[in-house]
């Protein structure tokens, strides 16, 4: 019986390059599966260059990344399981909305406009970047210390530290005063149709102890698709902080969403059409 997909199409979010993923695409390979695991735009480069001279990134925004990833997804010969984390889920559930991917797993997720809870673990992580309005068209990194609190406070200084000159980059700091302005925009960029009812699949993924997107902000998104038919499910992991990708016992949090795509792909597939898309 042939798969519902053979591509599976990885976004990374805010302060991360494609590297966050090396871990998945090896596992995701093995299955048999094409990987896709592109940068947003300009971020394809190498960390370190980007550390050192970020500025082709600073004012991207999240319209200009949504249309990377549809330009990617259009040059496929199928649709694929879309994956996201972070800001990468927020643009997940934007992509399903237009009419992307067989199904799409937003990871620990930057919410979509309509969210209303504020967690101060998640004030304290943005703060800094939008006390300052000039940031709005600058690529800011986070420092070693905000790192550890943002995507490691499960871990030692010690442990944080090698993950953040491993991973950690500038981030452009234009999407989250998107983000954070979002409900006082009629027009933002991060705004979704919670009532579409012929979008794909979609599973929202929390991390127990996320400190950027924790699970009450997850949980909100996720009551938000309430209003629609399209099947929207939730599941949250134990123990796990933003840093989930890497985090021990990744391995689960990859091979759940992967089950949870082929199945619910499979069962859409199965399922009359109920209207068109781009890729229809």
């Known amino acids: 019986m042939p798969r519902a997909f053979d591509t599976i199409v990885l976004i990374h979010g805010l302060w991360?390059?494609?590297?966050?993923?090396?871990?998945?695409?090896p596992r995701y390979q093995a299955h048999g599966y094409q990987v896709v695991a592109r940068g947003w735009p300009g971020m394809d480069a190498d960390p370190d260059a980007l550390r050192r001279d970020p500025g082709?990134?600073?004012?991207?925004?999240?319209?200009?990344?949504?249309?990377?990833?549809?330009?990617?997804?259009?040059?496929?010969?199928?649709?694929?399981?879309?994956?996201?984390?972070?800001?990468?889920?927020?643009?997940?559930?934007?992509?399903?909305?237009?009419?992307?991917?067989?199904?799409?797993?937003?990871?620990?997720?930057?919410?979509?406009?309509?969210?209303?809870?504020?967690?101060?673990?998640?004030?304290?992580?943005?703060?800094?970047a939008l006390s300052n309005p000039l940031n709005a068209h600058r690529a800011v990194p986070l420092t070693?210390?905000?790192?550890?609190?943002?995507?490691?406070?499960?871990?030692?200084?010690?442990?944080?530290?090698?993950?953040?000159?491993?991973?950690a980059v500038p981030g452009p700091d234009h999407v989250l005063f998107q983000a954070a302005l979002a409900n006082f925009n009629p027009h933002a960029a991060s705004m979704v149709d919670f009532g579409n009812a012929e979008r794909a699949p979609l599973l929202m993924v929390a991390g127990e102890l996320d400190h950027i997107s924790p699970p009450a902000i997850v949980t909100a998104n996720y009551r938000l698709y309430a209003r629609s038919s399209a099947v929207t499910d939730?599941?949250?992991?134990?123990?796990?902080?933003?840093?989930?990708?890497?985090?021990?016992g990744w391995e689960e949090v990859a091979d759940y969403a992967l089950a949870w795509g082929e199945r619910r792909a499979a069962e859409a597939e199965r399922r009359p059409p109920v209207g068109t898309s781009p890729q229809s």
């Open 56 to 128: 082709n990134m600073a004012s991207l925004g999240i319209t200009e990344v949504v249309e990377h990833y549809e330009e990617i997804i259009e040059g496929l010969d199928r649709p694929p399981l879309i994956v996201g984390h972070s800001f990468g889920g927020l643009i997940t559930q934007i992509l399903l909305d237009r009419g992307f991917g067989v199904a799409g797993v937003a990871i620990a997720s930057a919410a979509a406009k309509g969210v209303l809870i504020l967690p101060f673990s998640t004030i304290r992580v943005v703060a800094p």
């Open 16 to 25: 991360m390059t494609p590297r966050c993923w090396e871990h998945w695409i």
């Open 234 to 248: 939730l599941h949250q992991f134990p123990g796990r902080s933003h840093y989930i990708l890497g985090q021990g």
């Open 144 to 167: 070693a210390e905000q790192f550890h609190y943002a995507f490691c406070n499960t871990l030692t200084a010690e442990e944080s530290r090698a993950v953040y000159e491993r991973y």
